[in-house]
């Protein structure tokens, strides 16, 4: 067998069983266990298998790269992360639900599913169905205001009651986002006065 047949060996035994011990190989093989390490440097080389304690094993697959938000361009981070699929069947994702409204609230007529997750549980849900706390006293370290759903309207509630923010429904919490972004709502006033003491 030539090294290059051994080595497609190596990987087609990996795949199916794991990880292999050095002995398991050259016993297979019939080659001394030195001519089973040769075989494996290129595919170690190549990031196909990884080195164990006791042998060899498939690499794991590599991570895939990171979503850029949709809407910031930001990295999205899966906690957080909104899907839109749109009728086309693509799927894009926002770093957080307060750039996966704004971005819904631009694309909507292309829009076929918003899926976002629960704050509390993790389960997926479609977001117009969901609960949403703006501004709660929590830090998710994405966009401001901060927007977190939940799939029961008790829980959002009790939510508020420990951690503050407003409480909305998929309709009117797009509107709010962006009240709150251009500093009309009542709670922001703050800017104009700022202005005031010019
Ligand atoms: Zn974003
Ligand atoms: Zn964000």
Redesign the pocket.
Known sequence: MLPIERSQKILEWLECEGNLRISDLSKRLKVSEMTVYRDIKPLIEQQKVIKTSNGVALSPPIKKPAYA??????E?NTRHSVQIITIHQQVEQ???L???LL?YSEIEDKVSQILCKDFLHDTTMSAKLATYIIGADINLN??QPQVIAFESMKQAKQFQKGFGGEVYQFSNAIGAIKQIMNGSCPCTDKVKVDNNNE
């Open positions: 938000c949709s809407y910031c361009y930001k999205s926002t770093c957080c307060h750039c996966g971005y994405c966009c």
